[in-house]
Nanobody, 124 residues
Framework: QVQLVESGGGLVQAGASLRLSCAASGRTFSNYPMGWFRQAPGTEREFVATISRSGGSTYYADSVKGRFTISRDNAKNTLYLQMNSLKPEDTAVYYC?????????????????WGQGAQVAVSS
């Protein structure tokens, strides 16, 4: 089992940047494909980005491609999401998630462990 704790959210103006972190504890972090998801009020949780166990493979939702960067530091047991050129439509609670088996996926239902979420609010 792995425990996940997000940090780094906040309120920013459009065009600004934020970096989210997800600290993992428990079992070996490098064993888990990881993902970032987000959920705005009244909507379903949606895929943002995924990263392979080694960090060598990443994949992004079209809505964030070119603006967001997912990365991981397995030595520090930490997952990151660098968010640049933020837009009001990026406002949501952001969650990191770990998958116990297989490879990365864009489906939140295939992830086994979740953090508590970090609020990101972008004003226009």
């Amino acid at each position: 089992q792995v425990q996940l704790v997000e940090s780094g959210g906040g309120l920013v103006q459009a065009g600004a940047s934020l970096r989210l972190s997800c600290a993992a504890s428990g079992r070996t972090f490098s064993n888990y494909p990881m993902g970032w998801f987000r959920q705005a009020p009244g909507t379903e949780r949606e895929f943002v980005a995924t990263i392979s166990r080694s960090g060598g493979s990443t994949y992004y939702a079209d809505s964030v491609k070119g603006r967001f960067t997912i990365s991981r530091d397995n030595a520090k047991n930490t997952l990151y999401l660098q968010m640049n050129s933020l837009k009001p439509e990026d406002t949501a609670v952001y969650y990191c998630a770990a998958r116990s088996y297989g490879i990365t996926s864009i489906s939140p239902s295939l992830y086994d462990y979740w953090g508590q979420g970090a609020q990101v609010a972008v004003s226009s």
